[in-house]
Structure formats: C-alpha cells, structure tokens
C-alpha cells in the first residue's frame, strides 16, 4: 500500500507553490496560532491530493485556494514531524476507520503550527474509500508537553537510520511498543491527555 504522506518528494504541476514546503522552504522557528473557535477543514482524494480547504487553512498554511487545490496535502509537512504517525494515519484511514492526531504542520513560509486532528474516511455508494475529510483545533498545551518529546524522540529515530525505510520501520516500531506499554491504542492515548 502506498501512503501519500510518506512518498518521497516529489513536485506537483503546478511550480513550488504545490511542492513540499519541507523540500522548497526552511522552518523559521516561528509558531502560528490561531483561535480555539476555528476550524481547520480540508478534503482530499484518496490519493491525498486537496480537493477543498477552507479559509483558517489556507491562512495558516500561507496559501491561495489555487495553490492548495491539487497539490498533496503532505505540501504543508512540517520536517519535524515524524513519519511514523503518517504511517499509522494512513493504515488507519485506508482501513475505513478515523483517527484522532497531533500533527505539526508548516506554513509557506516556514512557520509552524500544531493541531489536533480529526481524519475521517470518506464512501463512495458501494462502500469504496472516495477521499477524507479533515477538522483541526487548537492542540491543548499539556498534550503538547507529552507529544513533542515522544514526536521528537520518534523523529531521532527516523534520521539515524541508514535508509528512510529502516527509519520508518524502527520508529514505527517504537511509537507502537511505547503504546502497547501503555496499554492503549493511539486514539486512546491522545486522549488521555486532555483529562
């Protein structure tokens, strides 16, 4: 199975504007914010290519509406953020099911921006996967005190391996030991730490 997040990559017709942010721009170091009352909405195929994004996203992902619809949606990954939780996000989903997630995204021009995500499947009539729809909030910040350690640690992981295959799979493991000794799933896991 392919998982769009985590393809090598790769440009887009398009120009820069639809290539990853991570692999045209640098992170700044500057963190976005934006309001708990928003809501972050985007729709993609099943590819993950955009198909919808509403206003909050594209002004927190510092593009147009042009820019945004039919580029991947992994345009605005953050390098920081590791593949394994995109790996587990997409056997999730492609499996019909939803995932709740914390991701760390990055802006056009380099900025960042962690949300709290939301991944739903979207049918076709006969029950085929057509796409997926996504809602994002504001992260609350004792998650985020448990998440950017583990993403961090995760990520290590990832960039000491010898290939980006090795990496995936050991930091894959890693995220999967960590909830296993939780004794939970990671759903279960994210939101253990909002109470």
Do not use: C
């Not at 976005?32 to 594209?58: C, H, W």
């Not at 057509?130 to 990520?155: D, M, T, W």
């Amino acid at each position: 199975m392919q998982f769009p997040f985590l393809g090598p990559k790769r440009a887009v017709s398009g120009g820069p504007a639809r290539q990853k942010f991570a692999s045209t721009v640098h992170p700044s170091g500057v963190e976005r914010t934006f309001s708990p009352d928003d809501v972050i909405v985007s729709k993609t195929d099943a590819k993950g290519i955009i198909t919808y994004a509403n206003e909050v996203f594209l002004d927190l992902a510092g593009m147009t509406e042009r820019q945004a619809i039919g580029a991947p949606h992994s345009v605005i990954r953050h390098p920081d953020m590791p593949r394994a939780v995109f790996k587990l996000l997409w056997e999730t989903i492609a499996a019909g099911e939803e995932i709740f997630a914390y991701v760390l995204n990055m802006s056009s021009n380099g900025d960042h921006y962690w949300v709290f995500a939301h991944v739903t499947p979207t049918f076709t009539r006969d029950g085929g996967i057509a796409g997926y729809h996504s809602n994002r909030r504001v992260p609350e910040a004792r998650a985020l005190r448990v998440i950017q350690p583990l993403y961090a640690e995760l990520k290590a992981i990832e960039s000491r391996a010898g290939d980006r295959a090795a990496g995936l799979s050991r930091s894959f493991d890693h995220l999967t030991d960590h909830l296993r000794a939780e004794g939970v799933s990671y759903d279960e896991f994210v939101f253990s730490l909002t109470r």
